[in-house]
DNA sequence: CGTAGGATTGAGGCTCTTCAAACGCGGTGG
DNA sequence: CCACCGCGTTTGAAGAGCCTCAATCCTACG
């Protein structure tokens, strides 16, 4: 089942100001208007494949979407929840490897595919941009060293914390920014962030929430002591 | 105790081939064999530290190095093994970030330093030197991203033997291409490569010589059997 | 109102960690 | 040249943390 195809203009679109194209100048996002193709997926529904060809990058308009890597033993690995504005599928296909993730629609999703040969035009010409490329991937890199080690050396408890402090910006409504934001994932993707098993995240939950770390409404998850939580993720 | 200053030229250089540098011509050769300056590191010494600002990136001509973060419990978690040829401190450098990881000499190493001034000119003038950095970023990116995997997912005994695969690739010995490889690090380095306690480490090499995966002598590691080690790993 | 998928709870066990102690090996100084 | 010293290695035992399996509960949705 693939997504429905859309209609987004570049120029009117809510996250030009924030997204990685936001440095151009109009006769290039013109340029990106005339070659991309827009899509709305739907939750669970796949924007691409791990070990498939890359053949351009999504620019995400609205909604999230997870990436992940799948295990041998079939548990998933998440590595990024991406949000409105956020570029995803652009590392595999630069570095030329086959996707190593899998990106899946978290929520309904907008989505703006740049292609391949149009992105590389960009790149050719404007060394702004290409020089930006650069600089976001060498930040990643840096980003992903803190998450390895994390992963590495902090118990499952802080490793929660964590992910609870990072997930409460990605779940922020730009519409309509309530305090505190309300995270809204299953129990199974938040045990594939943290790297654990599903019951262990529901009894930490369970923990959190009897510290008045956190409170729970149905599903969804509310961070009340974010301060605290730091301490409890021992972060520095 | 600093490194002691030693001299290599460019043109000579045993790397120049397989290094970063490779693709440059003899014009910007020459411009950073004259900015450039060459370190002899002692086993221990440290050649960048965690939190500090970069001022350029090293290009090992000799020696291994290990590049590492240090955890809040004074942990180390390696992130790298790093052997002649390669570039290290390129990553926070060009990302405008301090260092997240501090690097140390595994054995002797001679290192040569290019200053940040010159790296970024190379960058401004030669588009192939940029992209070839982008693709290599994004390359390393999706790297990472199978680590971060493989750390989330697979036991200790599948990561030892992940591990051993890879060093016995870098400690091959070019001058001496033995075979097979000794793999010559202390334990604890070891367990902090794979995420593990040094003594876990030492009981799952025990096992492995038992089934003749391995042989050791004295600290080295030999690797006897790759194609099982491959079936241990789970590596497909 | 029924159903399916997700959330929760409990029990049991296994992997891995931690702590403590002994052992070996390489380097150093007498 | 040899005895000693110190770091790294090895071994053992105990226990904590986390995982797995199974059963039950909840809730959103058709």
Redesign the pocket.
């Known amino acids: 089942m693939r997504g429905r195809r859309i209609s987004i203009a570049c120029e009117d679109c809510q996250v030009k100001g924030i997204s990685k194209f936001s440095g151009l100048c109009a006769e290039d996002l013109n340029k990106i208007n005339y070659n991309k193709s827009c899509t709305a997926y739907k939750k669970g529904q796949i924007i691409f494949h791990e070990d498939t060809r890359p053949l351009g990058v999504f620019c995400i308009n609205k909604g999230r979407l997870k990436v992940y890597k799948t295990g041998d ?1 079939g ?1 998933d690995q998440i590595i990024q929840v991406a949000k409105s504005g956020d570029m995803v599928g652009y590392r595999a296909m630069i570095g030329e490897d086959l996707y190593p993730v899998t990106a899946e629609a978290l929520e309904d999703v907008q989505v703006c595919f740049v292609p391949k040969s149009e992105f590389l035009r960009l790149m050719e010409e404007s060394t702004d941009f290409s020089k930006m490329l650069l600089k976001e991937a060498c930040h990643e890199l840096s980003m992903m060293t803190e998450m390895l080690t994390n992963l590495a050396q902090k ?5 929660l914390a964590v992910s609870l402090l990072m997930l409460k910006d990605i779940y922020i409504d730009e519409e309509n920014p309530v305090e505190p934001a309300e995270i809204n ?7 594939n962030i943290v ?12 923990d959190f929430k009897e510290e008045n770390l956190i409170k ?1 409404n ?2 969804k998850i509310m961070v009340l002591d974010a301060q605290r939580l730091v301490k409890v993720g021992n972060i520095y």
Chains 1, 2 share one sequence.
């Open positions: 033993d548990k118990t499952v408890r802080e490793r994932m299953t129990r199974e993707d938040l045990a790297g654990t098993a599903t019951e262990t995240i529901i009894r930490l939950l369970h729970t149905g599903r």
